[in-house]
């Protein structure tokens, strides 16, 4: 199969821009409402509704702002068909180096993450 990419590229984009701006209202465009994020926290899943997110997203201090360091990159996108999509990303607010896989489908009004999952290391 051959999709396009481009659209799917550009909310990974809108995600990375958002993650370092901190800009919450960017990112609420292009997660769904009733997406959430999931990662461990000692051995144990925790599950974060992405309207909690982005209110923690509006109460932190954006990398930007901080001046640190930008860099993200997808690593893979797998498409299963037309209007689904898994993307694996690579992104860092230090000190924390995120790896991130967003399921993305396309909906009536255009591509939405609706899960994310992750894991981080901490560096100095």
Not at 65 to 85: H, L, M, N, Q, W
Request: net charge neutral.
């Amino acid at each position: 199969m051959n999709h396009d990419r481009s659209s799917v590229e550009a909310v990974v984009q809108s995600y990375f821009d958002g993650l370092y701006e901190g800009d919450a209202e960017k990112l609420g465009t292009i997660f769904h409402p009733t997406a959430d994020l999931r990662w461990l926290d000692n051995g144990e899943l925790r599950v974060l509704p992405v309207p909690d997110w982005l209110d923690r997203v509006r109460k932190r201090t954006s990398a930007k702002t901080e001046g640190k360091p930008r860099e993200d990159f997808i690593v893979t996108i797998d498409r299963s068909d037309a209007a689904t999509a898994f993307i694996k990303v690579r992104c860092q607010l230090p000190p924390r180096y995120f790896t991130d896989y967003l399921v993305a489908m396309k909906l009536k009004d255009g591509w939405q993450i609706v899960s994310k999952s992750y894991r981080y290391d901490l560096r100095e």
